[in-house]
């Protein structure tokens, strides 16, 4: 009998793969636990335009750039310290929003705790890349599953806590997410897991890359490819936004556990999309996601946008787009690694860090016009354009490439 070559040897596969998954549901968790709390916010600090546009900005932006800038420094020498510590910190800040009273304050918790959430995404989507031989975009999909139930899960508990108790009721989140967090990272062994793979691995450069190296001299290839992955994502990023602006109006009248519910709608079909992009994607259909899933949601947001949409057609719509569109963002991932097999960790960070912050970077000043103009929902319409320019874009990009890390395992080291 031949020996087991790969991390099942002391631990299955998939157990890991589950206990990466979860440790991203709780730092997404952490991100969205503002998303009901703009209404609010937006009373408390008396933001306009500007001050509203910033604030969206402050939250987006220090995940986008620390996932790069993680990403960069994954690919020069791995830490697996960040799967662990990265969401303790997310916990640390995200859950104080309520033990504040100033700006400066506010920015502050959100920069720090952007941080903590953008350092634990690329050393977490690399293993998760490379986690089940074979098996690349199956892998992410399901640590992105657990992104995305965290995403739904995050307005939900903030929204009944903060009815309930108020902002400072959130730090109850505080401990139990950390101490989660810690102990995914042990009984998963996933320190043990990244050096195994890390060792393995044929992708993994013998020596310090360049920047230009990570890239292979593909540097103009990236910006297109993250202009169309920025693109896509405004309506991702605008959606939890423009649902809490516009159902705090009195002609609907939510409260914020109800707003953070309906935010959910859109999220946890997000989770749906993700859930059979695991069991039933296959290699290759990486660039028709990317040209097909922005065109097919443009007519979703002419119905999200329409002012006189009735309730039960709006979150129908709502969970058809978050299936659609965020269930789908996997294959942008597994894409860029494709792409750029030698800068993993850094295409990670372009397709699930900056390109979100720079879908974040667009949407805020005009989440924040409509929002000022007392239409908020209008800027779905908006999104329309952004939709249309992404799938046109990905039509022109090059196919996915093959490489070792997407090869068939051999009978030895199967899962």
Not at 26 to 32: E, G, N, P, R, W
Not at 82 to 88: A, H, I, K, S
Not at 341 to 365: E, N, V
């Amino acid at each position: 009998m031949q020996p087991k070559t790969s991390i099942e040897s002391t631990l299955p596969a998939w157990t890991a793969l589950i206990c990466l998954a979860l440790l991203h549901t709780l730092v997404d968790t952490c991100a969205l636990l503002i998303a009901p709390l703009w209404p609010r916010l937006e009373t408390i600090y008396g933001f306009g335009v500007a001050g509203l546009s910033i604030a969206f900005i402050a939250q987006s932006m220090p995940t986008s750039i620390s996932q790069v800038v993680f990403g960069w420094l994954r690919d020069r020498r791995p830490a697996p310290i960040w799967l662990w510590l990265g969401p303790v910190i997310a916990a640390l800040f995200l859950t104080s929003i309520g033990r504040v009273d100033q700006r400066m304050a506010l920015f502050g918790i959100l920069l720090f705790g952007g941080i903590g959430v953008g350092a634990f995404h690329p050393e977490a989507a690399v293993l998760a890349g490379r986690i089940l031989p074979g098996q690349r975009t199956r892998g992410i999909s399901l640590f992105m599953f657990g992104g995305s139930l965290g995403l739904g899960l995050g307005p939900i508990l903030s929204g009944v806590i903060v009815t309930e108790r108020g902002l400072p009721g959130l730090t109850l989140l505080t401990i139990p997410i950390a101490v989660l967090a810690v102990v995914l990272f042990k009984v998963g062994r996933l320190g043990n897991a990244a050096d195994r793979l890390l060792s393995k691995s044929v992708n993994e450069p013998k020596s310090i890359p360049t920047f230009r190296e990570t890239l292979e001299g593909r540097g103009g290839f990236a910006i297109v490819l993250l202009i169309a992955c920025s693109l896509r994502l405004v309506p991702n990023m605008a959606t939890d936004k423009i649902l809490a602006f516009t159902l705090s109006q009195p002609k609907w009248g939510y409260t914020e556990a109800e707003i953070g519910m309906a935010q959910s709608v859109f999220l946890i079909a997000a989770s749906v999309g993700m859930f059979f992009m695991v069991f039933r994607f296959r290699s290759g259909w990486e660039k028709a996601f990317m040209v097909g899933c922005p065109l097919l949601s443009i007519p979703l947001m002419a119905v999200l946008a329409w002012e006189d949409c009735p309730p039960w057609l709006l979150f129908s719509t709502l969970a058809l787009s978050g299936m659609i569109l965020w269930g789908t963002s996997p294959a942008m991932v597994s894409y860029a690694q494709q792409q750029f097999p030698k800068g993993a960790g850094l295409a990670s960070a372009l397709t699930m860090g900056m390109s979100w912050g720079i879908g974040g970077l667009i949407q805020a000043p005009v989440t924040s016009y409509f929002e000022k103009a007392g239409t908020p929902q209008m800027a779905f319409a908006a999104c329309i354009p952004c939709l249309l320019a992404s799938g046109l874009i990905a039509m022109a990009m090059p196919g996915s490439r093959t490489n070792p890390a997407d090869a068939k395992p051999a009978p030895s080291e199967s899962v």
